[in-house]
């Protein structure tokens, strides 16, 4: 129970055609204590569809919108985080304090982390930051790019939000995002993600 989070939708009834969506919000279970009531004064968000084309046992996180663009005559792939969208609230208040961190594999030694600022008590944070990864076309073509999403909090671990990774082993909108970058050179290609509560592998909490 402590890793699932409540959705709260609300929508104008409508008898003749279908309901229509007014907005929802999101709460961490795991910040709730046992044989307690908790009251929230959270805001509703109206987000851009989630496509359903496959139904995935994940938890579904909030959305992210992702650019990528391999530079030719900068030699390596440049990563644009630029915004999230209904992301899961972590915090009692019913928001989060998000950031975003990148990782290109195989990373041995651990030095392609990059990580954005810190946006205060928001959902839908907008971060529009870049980074750098210096690689050829041939080597970017094995390589596996995990973006995950982290909730700050001061003195005590970090919460992780949502995360996912692209490369020629995903499915779906990150396999279709990572082959336009790489068949477009010098293209910039935005996608938006859904972010799930699945921790990649090599991911560490700092």
Excluded at 96 to 112: A, F, G, Q, W
Excluded at 129 to 142: N, R
Excluded at 175 to 189: A, G, M
Excluded at 197 to 203: D, K, R, V
Aim: overall charge positive.
């Amino acid at each position: 129970m402590g890793r699932k989070t409540l959705r709260v939708s609300v929508c104008d009834e409508d008898k003749l055609t279908h309901n229509e969506f007014i907005g929802e919000s999101r709460i961490a279970l795991r910040r709730l204590k046992a044989n307690q009531i908790k009251r929230f004064s959270i805001c509703l968000e109206h987000l851009p569809p989630v496509e359903r084309e496959e139904q995935r046992p994940l938890e579904e996180r909030g959305r992210l919108l992702l650019s990528l663009q391999f530079l030719s005559g900068r030699g390596g792939l440049l990563v644009g985080i630029l915004r999230c969208a209904h992301l899961a609230a972590m915090d009692v208040n019913g928001f989060s304090d998000p950031y975003v961190k990148t990782y290109l594999k195989p990373d041995v030694h651990k030095k392609s982390k990059h990580k954005t600022i810190v946006k205060k008590k928001t959902l839908n944070p907008e971060f529009n930051e870049e980074f750098f990864y210096e690689t050829s076309h041939s080597e970017l073509s094995t390589k596996t790019l995990e973006v995950t999403v982290w909730d700050y909090d001061l003195g005590k671990s970090n919460d992780f939000i949502g995360g996912t990774t692209l490369g020629m082993n995903s499915k779906g909108d990150c396999l279709k995002h990572w082959y336009e970058c790489l068949k477009n050179k010098d293209r910039r290609v935005e996608q938006w993600h859904t972010l799930t509560n699945e921790l990649p592998g090599s991911t560490y909490n700092d």
